[in-house]
């Protein structure tokens, strides 16, 4: 994650909304962004990683990877 961070600056910030709210329109005003941009985001996210953010499973693991990444950092 943290290498297809460094090739999209926004990837992070747009994951951590969608994983944190209840709605994709929701995670776009949190990031201050058109839904229709957040939909862009997350299709160009799902090619970084190469994994679906936008399924049950998907929204799952973003939720759990900050937890993850700050574990590996301890």
């Not at 600056?9 to 995670?27: D, K």
């Not at 160009?44 to 799952?60: I, K, S, W």
């Amino acid at each position: 994650m943290e290498t297809a961070a460094a090739a999209a600056p926004w990837l992070l910030a747009t994951l951590n909304a969608v994983a944190s709210t209840a709605s994709l329109r929701a995670a776009a005003t949190e990031i201050d962004v058109h839904h229709s941009t957040l939909q862009d985001r997350l299709a160009h996210a799902e090619h970084l990683p190469g994994r679906p953010v936008r399924t049950p499973n998907g929204r799952l693991r973003l939720q759990l990877e900050p937890a993850m990444r700050h574990l590996a950092r301890s």
